[in-house]
């Protein structure tokens, strides 16, 4: 008896059941498109929803989400990047979907208080992971010699609340991934949903998305878009420097500096750049980009760097470190600027005498640089961590002394002149050798690094061809070739491949058996006296370096391709 009334009791819910009109419910937002369409709760499973698996059905996937769509709340564990990105602001965790409402209420608000906020959308483990290898990985290497923290919380920021900005930052981030990954067989960060290599042209994806998303800016505000697209610029230009199209990088950079170069925004300083807003966004990444600007006279004969006048030593000190390296890249640029105005070669491979008025001028303004770079040491630089401020106090100290030495020494058929200045070319050495232990330091690693920025693999490159001592040769090879490093547009390899050819060259005549003991043995008329080369990067096969050079005192070009083959890129991971 009490079976048939629970079976009736049953019987009776079912029907009651079957009576209840079913209640009406929105579009998904968040799941597959499956899902969407039978406006039923998804799983949110990878790569297929196993709700749709479950009953037979093909999931169709899942599309990109918008940051200001508010589906349904959803939370960010934020502990990783309260632990990895700290500031002086307190860390904040925001729903991973907020209104358009919130989005512009706050917006400005957080400019002013930049920290790690986590506005992260989810749209994918993909893009999810490629954001954190951004955040972990790329925006400490972007600026490794010079960190500056307030500047990688804007990186950040943007990175993760402006669309452009983010797959902007995204294809940077899977492009520089590939980069260590080909460059240390597979031993990098690689987070779960990396473990298979993403296609080649993912990282290209983004980079046109990005594109597309700064010609339809959201925002009127055209501070706001100025500075939107200062940022897209920096990264583009750090993408294509690791993709290996230079002059892509280059356009990149020239756009960034002409917009930078309005007159309502070339009125930012050190000062400025502590202030809040959106002001502040610009003159940041303002500052970057000026700064790889004057840098790109270090690899291009035919660069001028827009603000390399503006510079004045009349001060009677400088107050920081910053102030003194921005200072230094000006004189620095204005030296080479000098050096590759006159060394265009001519058919003949001659080359003209240095103005001495303005030779001597630069030469006046890099000693007075000098005596206040010491003053400050001597009273104590601002803060910073002891990695970072030997690192730059080391490389700041090595571009100074190089300069000078190009500057004094250069001149037609002096080739010879350069012996003099042995003392010099060693103290360059031993500085490279610190920066280059300080920057391993600072990475954590003998792995592969990038950075944006010009470091000291321009001043090893100089010495390699024009101090003929044996031994000093020998040492900048050593530290080329210590680790994989990557400075805009110079990479150790091939530079370290570029010196050990020019050694074969000049060193040749004294014969295979016999290794020059001096700089005396090097005749004049072997030894090469304006040298440039292109390095051209081939993907999974072996790169190629086309050099171009002259001989002292003889006429004529020569031009030779060098092959470099991937073991040669493996060298570091062979030797440990």
Not at 357 to 370: D, F, H, M, P, Y
Request: proline share 5%.
């Amino acid at each position: 008896m009490m079976d048939g009334m629970k079976n009736n009791n049953t019987k009776t819910g079912n029907q009651a059941w079957r009576r209840k009109p079913r209640k009406w419910a929105p579009k998904s937002r968040l799941g597959c498109k499956t899902c969407k369409i039978r406006r039923v709760k998804c799983d949110l499973s990878q790569p297929s929803c196993l709700k749709c698996l479950s009953t037979g059905r093909t999931c169709d996937g899942y599309s990109e989400m918008p940051l200001a769509v508010k589906p349904e709340k959803t939370e960010i564990d934020s502990t990783h990047y309260q632990n990895s990105c700290k500031s002086d602001h307190p860390s904040t965790t925001i729903s991973a979907y907020e209104p358009k409402q919130w989005h512009s209420k706050y917006h400005g608000l957080m400019l002013q208080n930049l920290g790690s906020f986590l506005i992260l959308p989810v749209t994918g483990p993909t893009q999810a992971e490629a954001i954190c290898f951004f955040n972990d990985i790329s925006i400490k290497h972007l600026n490794g010699y010079r960190p500056c923290e307030p500047w990688r919380n804007t990186l950040m920021f943007f990175s993760q609340t402006v669309p452009s900005v983010r797959h902007a930052a995204i294809a940077l981030a899977l492009i520089h991934r590939n980069y260590l990954e080909c460059h240390s067989n597979g031993r990098v960060y690689q987070p779960p949903a990396f473990k298979d290599r993403l296609p080649d042209k993912a990282p290209l994806l983004h980079y046109n998305r990005a594109i597309q998303l700064l010609l339809n800016p959201e925002s009127d505000d055209s501070a706001e878009i100025t500075a939107v697209t200062l940022l897209v610029c920096y990264l583009f230009t750090c993408f294509d420097h690791l993709a290996g199209d230079d002059v892509q990088a280059m356009k990149h950079l020239r756009g960034g500096v002409a917009l930078s170069r309005n007159t309502t925004l070339n009125c930012c300083t050190y000062g400025d750049a502590q202030s809040s807003g959106v002001h502040a966004t610009i003159c940041q990444v303002t500052q970057q980009i000026r700064r790889l600007d004057m840098q790109a006279v270090m690899f291009l004969v035919d660069w001028t760097p827009a603000n390399i006048q503006e510079t004045s030593l009349s001060d009677s000190t400088f107050w920081s470190l910053d102030q003194a390296a921005d200072h230094l890249q000006v004189l620095v640029a204005q030296v080479m600027r000098l050096r590759n105005t006159e060394q265009q070669m001519s058919p003949a491979g001659t080359m003209s005498p240095l103005p001495s008025l303005l030779k001597e001028i630069v030469l006046a303004q890099l000693g007075t640089w000098s005596s206040l770079f010491e003053n400050l040491l001597q009273q104590g630089s601002p803060s910073k961590s002891d990695v970072a401020t030997h690192l730059l106090v080391s490389l700041l100290r090595l571009q100074h002394t190089i300069a000078w030495t190009l500057l004094r020494g250069y001149g037609p058929g002096r080739e010879m002149d350069y012996d003099n200045f042995l003392p010099q070319f060693q103290q360059c050495v031993a500085l490279a050798g610190e920066v280059a232990a300080a920057h391993q330091r600072y990475s954590g690693s003998s792995r592969p690094t990038f950075t944006p920025e010009i470091g000291f693999i321009p001043v090893l490159y100089i010495i390699g061809v024009k101090c003929r001592h044996p031994k000093v040769r020998r040492e900048v090879l050593t530290i080329l070739r210590r680790q994989p490093i990557r400075e805009a547009s110079w990479d150790s390899i091939s530079t370290a491949r570029v010196v050990e050819r020019v050694i074969e060259i000049e060193e040749g005549a004294a014969g295979k058996r016999h290794m020059v003991q001096c700089m005396e043995q090097i005749p004049v008329w072997r030894r090469i006296e304006a040298l440039s080369y292109i390095h051209i990067p081939r993907g999974q096969s072996a790169d190629r370096v086309d050099i171009t050079y002259t001989f002292c005192g003889q006429e004529g070009i020569h031009v030779e391709s060098l092959i470099i083959e991937r073991a040669e890129r493996h060298i570091m991971s062979n030797n440990r």
